[in-house]
């Protein structure tokens, strides 16, 4: 089945403490993305990678890391969690040059930085 | 700068009735625009997208409208049914620019019985 993975679905940390957020996708897609939600926001990227070693700086990349080592994999790093990064993210998927532009979201992490 | 704007956070319609969803842009550069519907605890599902080159697609009761001089999309959802009720994304992106989506805020959609 095609889909995107995020582990883990919930968490609950202190300011601070380092954290990472997986991300893994087995449909073969170049790009990869995590954004994250909030009420009345809407989904701001956070930061994308068009392939392999290859990443950029979204609308809000502030206080994120991420990193490219595998196709399948999009790792999300917190460094040193603040509370402002309480939010719901969300990795997505997709290919490049199909002309299909249709990300694939996966389920979402809830994270609660106290 | 919100790119992308859904002006109505919330929507609510008898079931069988149409649906519609509204959704403004300011960019002319975007060229592609996607409808993403999104229950909660789950991530946002894609439902039906349009090129600038057309001006309506569609997809069962799922129809979406694009107006370029107005900068300008709608969904339209008939019939609407109770399983329909989630929130709604309208999303952009300028194709010749990788796969950026731009997002809007979302409409909560409440069919009712």
Same mark, same amino acid.
């Given at each position: 089945?095609a889909? #995107?993975?995020q $582990?883990?679905? *919930? ?9 990472? #957020?997986?991300c =893994?996708? $087995?449909?073969?897609?170049? *790009? ?10 809407? %989904?701001?990227q956070? *930061? *994308? =990678?068009? $392939?392999?070693e ?6 809000v990349?502030?206080g994120?890391? #991420? ?5 399948r994999?999009f790792p999300?790093i %917190? ?5 402002n990064?309480? =939010? ?5 998927s997709? =290919? ?18 106290t | ?18 649906s519609?969803l ?13 409808w ?6 789950e991530g946002?599902?894609?439902l ?5 080159i057309?001006?309506?697609?569609e ?23 109770? /399983?329909?009720s ?6 952009a992106?300028?194709? /010749?620019? /990788? ?6 805020? /979302? ?7």
């Open positions: 089945e889909q #995107v993975t $582990n883990p679905r *919930y968490l609950i940390t202190v300011t601070g403490k380092k954290l990472t #957020v997986t =893994s996708q $087995n449909m073969n897609h170049e *790009y990869m993305s995590w954004y994250r939600q909030d009420p009345g926001l809407g %989904l701001r956070i *930061y *994308y =990678s068009m $392939n392999v290859v990443t950029d700086k979204g609308d990349p502030e994120y890391k #991420v990193s490219r080592k595998e196709k994999n999300l %917190l460094e040193s969690p603040s509370p990064q309480t =939010s719901l993210y969300f990795c997505a997709s =290919s490049l040059g199909t002309g299909v532009f249709e990300q694939y979201f996966g389920p979402g992490t809830r994270l609660t930085v | 700068d919100q790119q992308v704007k859904q002006n109505s956070p919330s929507l609510s319609v008898q079931e069988g009735r149409i519609i509204n959704c403004d842009y300011t960019n002319s550069m975007f060229d592609y625009f996607l993403y519907k999104k229950y909660p605890a946002p599902t894609f039906i997208s349009i090129s600038s057309k001006d309506k697609n997809d069962g009761r799922f129809t979406v409208f694009l107006n370029k001089s107005a900068k300008h999309l709608s969904l339209h959802i008939v019939p609407s049914q109770p /399983g329909d989630a929130v709604y994304f309208c999303a992106l300028r194709t /010749g620019g /990788g796969n950026k989506l731009t997002f809007g805020t /979302g409409t909560q959609l409440k069919v009712e019985l």
